[in-house]
């Protein structure tokens, strides 16, 4: 009985909806209009974008709770899941009529009409409770729901002009650098979707103004301006295109300026091996990233520059020297003329010699020496001249003469006013410039305790806490035989020192007296032969077949030793450390290059009561303890904390009072970048005078050649001369050497 009422029921509703499914098959603009028409897709689409939050489940418990009051009984045989029936989805479209009849009587419609999916009431047959839910679009085609997705809203002008623009510029980029700082500029403008940082529809904004203002001031710190290209930025409002263009100029320039403030516009380790140094890496997206969000780009700016205390004392005062003029100067001892006169070879006497030393800083042994051309004037005559220099007659470079006579040539160019007159008294603005950018190659944190060496002045400091606690001379490496210019730290120390003897040693001062038979010479320096762990005898080996250099010779602990009593040791592949030295004197003289490329310390022990004082809380009397004869030998004592050593070449330094010092280019490293950075030299083209590239074509050469008839020599001797990296050894020829000549082994150490 029930269920053939049901049955009735459902005819009657059928026979209801007829007309209005004619009526909306003839109103439909579709040739084939009817319930298939209606995708399940289609509607959800549609239902989504008319703000339904959820319409994956249409049967859901809710609806069916809203509808329940105008059920009757009857409503308990609805399906359970509606939409999952393809005829039940087909019919929706055509049951709003039915939906609107039968329950009108019983529930206010309207609400559960518009948001769900099914009404129950509407009919007990199946398709009967999805009917509400589709009453709304059921006047819709199918095809206009499918399209209308959410649409994203329109790319601003600029924003797309922008965008072009970049896609544009990429083919421009030639070189690495331009390639990998265009990569790093569109993602940043890609993750803001072509968002402009300086400009806006109206023209550039605040932020631009002050950073185009900004860097038109390069020049006060000591970088040049015409670098940063900023002519033509619009003045008001322009076309997206201009717009977006000058947005391009003055995001480029931002990022060579961050590229010029940390040294990148001269990489030293181009230009010697001996300047071991390299601009601080830029992360252009990071750098764009702090701007587009920074409240003042110029103070943004000024922080991208060396922080250091020295890099502004000296800042300032090149904006001083740029300011006052150069002819009113304190007196300087070094003013002198040289007369022309005679030619003074080493061992003569001379009054003029006087004037030389008064010139160049060298004093005399004795009161009544002042006026001989002695080895210590000549060999500053030889450092001022240089080690080469150019025949007027062949134009050919000639190597100069180890003791330079003082002839007329050499009377001018000492003469310090010809060279006022070609530099001034002052230092040079291009002095100035060069040695700004030197700070621009130390690390931005120098440490809070470091050892600052600076070469030129042969002076280094323990500076704590930005306050210099210890200052001794030290002694450093020839212009020939260099110490490099690096940053690394100080691991540990040794007490009682034994000495490896670098490869030129071994060639210049060892060799021709073990190629003469005088095998006691090693016994005489208390050196020793070692391979591995055995010690071999001099009378072993064949000097003739022997590659000197491939040997490991040691020199142990002792007066003689070099090194002295201490060793200070930050590793690095220089193989270069400072220490102390049995050659007291030397450390008396105005120019201290003598060494082999380490640092020699006046006052090592002091020296070494600071680093341990802090480091483990030790005494002078810890110290003096382990420098007894009889404590142990080759003793080292690991570091806690390991210290920075700044090995810098400053040939200009400034103080708090503004006053500058100025020491003498001993190395020619102010030439080279200068020649680089502000006259426009190619740095390979400069590198090819740099000694360091003399003794690379050298060792090249031994390379090929080593030593006569290496193809006899077994090898298995261990060491090796390069890794001293002092300078090659002449090219030995087949034959016996003389025997030691007045020229000793420690002339070939000392420098003296």
């Known amino acids: 009985m029930r269920r053939a009422a049901l049955c009735l029921l459902s005819t009657l509703a059928l026979a209801a909806v007829q007309p209005a499914i004619a009526q909306e098959a003839a109103q439909s603009a579709q040739p084939a209009p009817g319930p298939a028409a209606a995708d399940p897709a ?39 899941a509606p939409s999952s029936d393809p005829i039940t989805t087909s019919s929706i479209p055509d049951a709003k009529p039915a939906s609107d009849a039968a329950p009108a009587a019983s529930e206010p419609p309207a609400t559960p009409a518009s948001q769900d999916t099914a009404s129950p009431a509407a009919a007990p047959a199946t398709p009967a409770p999805e009917a509400p839910a589709t009453a709304a679009p059921s006047t819709t085609p199918a095809p206009p729901p499918a399209v209308a997705a959410p649409a994203e809203p329109p790319v601003p002008p600029l924003n797309a002009a922008l965008i072009a623009a970049l896609e544009s510029s990429q083919r421009s980029a030639r070189q690495a650098q331009d390639r990998e700082w265009h990569e790093a500029i569109s993602a940043f403008y890609a993750a803001r979707k072509g968002l402009p940082v ?14 185009s203002a900004e860097i038109g001031r390069a020049d006060d710190w000591g970088l040049d301006p015409k670098a940063f290209d900023l002519t033509g930025l619009p003045q008001g409002s322009a076309s997206p295109e201009a717009l977006a263009a000058a947005e391009l100029k003055l995001t480029r320039a931002l990022v060579t300026y961050a590229w010029h403030a940390r040294g990148g516009r001269v990489d030293p380790s181009q230009l010697s091996k001996w300047l071991d140094q390299s601009p601080r890496p830029l992360d252009v997206k990071a750098l764009l990233e702090q701007f587009a969000t920074v409240s003042d780009p110029s103070v943004a700016l000024q922080k991208l520059h060396p922080q250091h205390r020295q890099f502004e004392l000296l800042r300032q005062a090149y904006l001083k ?14 003013d002198v003329t040289i007369p022309n006169g005679p030619v003074v070879r080493l061992g003569d006497r001379h009054p003029h010699v006087e004037l030389v030393r008064k010139r160049l800083e060298v004093p005399a042994q004795s009161r009544d020496d002042a006026d001989l051309y002695d080895e210590d004037v000549a060999a500053a005559v030889r450092r ?7 025949d007027s007659r062949t134009g050919k470079t000639v190597q100069r003469a180890t003791h330079p006579a003082l002839t007329n040539a050499a009377r001018s160019s000492l003469s310090r006013k010809t060279m006022q007159q070609a530099e001034g008294r002052q230092p040079s603005l291009k002095q100035y410039l060069v040695n700004l950018e030197r700070w621009r190659w130390l690390p931005e944190q120098l440490g809070t305790t470091y050892i600052w060496n600076n070469l030129p002045e042969y002076v280094t400091r323990v500076v704590r806490n930005g306050s210099v606690v210890f200052q001794e001379r030290i002694i450093v490496g020839k212009p020939t035989n260099q110490t490099p210019v690096f940053s690394d730290e100080m691991q540990f120390v040794v007490f009682h020192p034994d000495w490896g003897v670098p490869g030129t ?23 020793r032969i070692v391979n591995g762990n055995r010690t071999v005898r001099a009378y072993e080996i064949d000097w003739e077949r022997t590659d000197i250099r491939r040997l490991s010779i040691i020199q142990d602990p002792g007066p003689s030793n070099p090194l002295g009593q201490l060793k200070f040791m930050f590793p690095n592949k220089h193989d270069v450390y400072m220490h102390d030295t049995p050659t007291k004197n030397l450390f008396e003289t105005p120019v201290r290059a003598y060494s082999f490329g380490c640092i020699r310390v006046r006052n090592p022990v002091r020296f070494a009561e600071l680093i341990f004082g802090q480091d483990r809380n030790w005494s002078m009397t810890d110290i003096s303890e382990r420098l007894r004869p009889n404590a142990p030998q080759v003793n080292r004592v690991d570091l806690n904390r390991r210290i920075p050593v700044h090995n810098t070449y400053f040939t200009l330094t400034a103080d708090e009072h503004g006053k500058v010092t100025r020491f003498a280019d001993v190395y020619g490293h102010d030439q080279r970048i200068q020649a680089v950075l502000l006259d426009g030299q190619r740095p390979e083209v400069v590198a090819r005078s740099d000694p360091a590239a003399a003794l690379d074509r050298k060792v090249k050469e031994l390379a090929a050649n080593p030593a006569p008839r290496r ?25 016996r050497a003389r025997g030691p000549s007045s020229n000793d082994f420690f002339s070939g150490i000392f420098g003296n």
């Open 384 to 390: 001022f001249l240089g080690a080469t220099y150019r």
């Open 42 to 80: 289609a509607l959800s689409s549609k239902t989504r974008s008319e703000g339904e939050a959820n319409f994956s489940a249409p049967a859901a418990p809710a609806t069916a709770s809203e509808a329940a009051p105008a059920a009757d009984a009857q409503a308990t045989v609805t399906p359970a």
């Open 711 to 735: 193809e006899n020599y077994s090898g298995g001797w261990g060491g090796g001369w390069g890794g001293w990296g002092w300078g090659p050894p002449p090219q030995q020829q087949g034959r």
């Open 505 to 527: 040693i071994k060639v210049q001062d060892l060799l021709p007296a073990l190629q003469s038979g005088d095998d006691s010479v090693l016994a005489r320096r208390n050196m």
């Open 198 to 211: 300086w400009t806006t529809d109206s023209g550039l904004n605040t932020a631009a103004l002050a950073l």
């Open 321 to 334: 020297a740029r300011g006052v003029k150069t002819e009113v100067q304190e007196e300087d001892p070094r």
